[in-house]
């Protein structure tokens, strides 16, 4: 990629392969060493500046985690990569291919980044404990920078969870106690845990509610106000929305649907119902990226032109499924010329998301989503029904085609095609299949059928040969034995 960052922060070291010393004394983003970095208010600034930066990074939220794999994953393209003629070869998880996907690699890459901004986000925190209050005079700032480093360290673990956690959390008890991640709280490269799914879980609400706090002088701003460019950080309101995010995939619909219509009700941010020259309809979003140079950076993936076979293009049978179209005719301003550029000649089209996007800004938190799972989480049918068909009135589609949600059935069929309509290009509709528990032969890609294995992604070999092992686990046991039992805790 062509990344031109005009806050110069080095990525040298957050990217080295598989060792953290060398870039946990430098952060994340120059070589000044951390105890020099943080001895200015502006140090800690940058710090946090380059975390964000990072993110947009194609291993995370630059392609992968967004429009990239997990939206490959959920075939939302017809475009096959060179070296593979299935579609089925993206489910490769346990080998290496030298063509197609080679998911086995991506996921790793994806596993290695995260991980690596969690621990300089987890370096932030400590010499904000450190040197904090001697060097940030203003309390205020000093919160808002510890609020968003904790939300930040919740936001890409939750991305863990969901990826390399359980199928269906909320209605399998059993899912609760697989062991899947770490939890990593330390700034060092010490080995860790892989922590039951209801720990990690419980982990990462504990950090978004003391996110919350520290961000609670934010609670009355309004993020349509783009003077206080607050929706390209995680501020107070993309710290309740993500608490609506995971209390809705931990099956907890009172708190999922509390937090969600507190969004709703106090962000700011209201539905469009235009997305003319705002394909990504980008003031609805409540936490997205500044990618800087955005259409050039992912010219590879989306430009318009006289073919676009080595795009992310999509059939126009395709389109019409997952935006049950007819033709070119559609009330559904999702899918017409204003979010999408057809080529009738080679019968294909590709979203403008990426392409007319002034405001250069991948969205990972948008408005609708918290309508979406408000549907989900209400107690009543009719309640339901209001805020799903909400979004699809604005969405231009007549109230004569609102759909019900008498049943658990009819709503997760209703928010199954809108998350797919909704959030083409930006990686949510894999993610709402796992979460609900949704296998079977896509509609929109007749020859694929997804089982629970396609869902639920494998460790990396680094993981597996140099992280945590059983042997380290009976030695914690025997340690806390010998120190006159109770609970183990893991480090960390």
């Known amino acids: 990629m062509k990344k031109r960052i005009h ?11 598989y060792s953290c010393s060398d870039w946990l004394d430098v952060t994340p983003n120059t070589d000044v060493p951390a105890k020099e970095l943080f001895t200015t208010e502006n140090g800690f600034k940058s710090a946090l500046a380059g975390l964000y930066i990072t993110m947009t990074e194609e291993d995370t939220y630059g392609k992968n985690l967004t429009f990239g794999l997990m939206d490959q994953l959920a075939q939302m ?99 609760k106690d697989a062991k899947c991640i ?29 996110a919350r706090e520290c961000l609670k002088h934010e609670k009355d701003i309004d993020l349509s106000d783009r003077t206080v460019n607050r929706n390209m950080r995680l501020n107070y309101h993309a710290v309740n929305a993500m608490l609506a995010r995971v209390y809705s995939y931990a099956g907890e619909k009172d708190s999922a649907a509390m937090h969600a219509k507190m969004v709703i009700e106090e962000c700011g941010l209201a539905l469009e119902s235009s997305n003319e020259n705002d394909p990504i309809i980008s003031k609805e979003v409540i936490f997205g990226l500044n990618m800087h140079e955005l259409k050039d950076n992912l010219s590879e993936y989306f430009a318009i032109g006289d073919k676009m076979t080595t795009k992310y293009y999509l059939n126009l049978s395709t389109l019409n499924s997952i935006f049950e179209s007819v033709g070119t005719e559609s ?18 089209a590709i979203s403008l998301k990426y392409i007319e996007n002034d405001n250069e800004i991948i969205p990972l938190i948008r408005l609708p989503e918290m309508y979406y799972i408000a549907c989900e989480a209400a107690a009543d049918s009719e309640d339901a029904a209001f805020y799903v068909n909400t979004v699809r009135n604005k969405r231009g589609i007549s109230k004569a085609k609102d759909v019900a949600c008498d049943t658990d059935e009819q709503r997760i069929a209703a928010l199954s095609k809108e998350y797919r309509k909704e959030f083409y290009g930006e990686g949510q509709y894999f993610w709402f299949l796992k979460t609900r528990g949704v296998t079977g032969t896509l509609a929109h890609s007749p020859e694929v059928t997804l089982v629970e294995e396609n869902f639920i992604f494998p460790l990396p070999d680094t993981e597996v040969e140099y992280g945590w092992t059983e042997e380290e686990e009976e030695n914690m046991e025997e340690e806390q034995t010998e120190q006159g039992g109770g609970e183990i805790t893991p480090r960390g």
Request: aromatic content about 8%; overall charge neutral; hydrophobic content about 35%.
């Open 182 to 210: 770490p939890y990593r709280t330390v700034a060092d490269h010490s080995k860790q845990p892989l922590l039951p799914a209801k720990e990690i879980t419980e982990n990462i609400l504990k950090d978004l509610k003391e």
């Open 331 to 348: 009330e559904d301003m999702r899918a017409k010329g204003t979010a999408f550029h057809r080529n009738n000649e080679q019968q294909c």
């Open 7 to 17: 806050i110069l922060i080095a990525l040298t070291g957050i990217l080295s392969a």
């Open 77 to 175: 393209y017809d475009r096959l990569p060179e070296g593979t003629t299935s579609r089925n070869s993206i489910y490769i998880y346990d080998r290496e291919t030298s063509g197609g996907y080679n998911t086995k690699g991506t996921l790793a890459n994806v596993w290695r980044s995260q991980y690596n901004i969690i621990a300089n986000a987890n370096n932030l925190l400590k010499w904000l404990d450190l040197n904090g209050e001697s060097v940030i005079a203003d309390s205020t700032t000093r919160n808002m920078i510890r609020g968003e480093a904790l939300a930040m360290r919740a936001f890409l673990h939750f991305d863990l969870l969901r990826g390399w956690g359980p199928m269906n959390y909320a209605a399998d008890n059993a899912a």
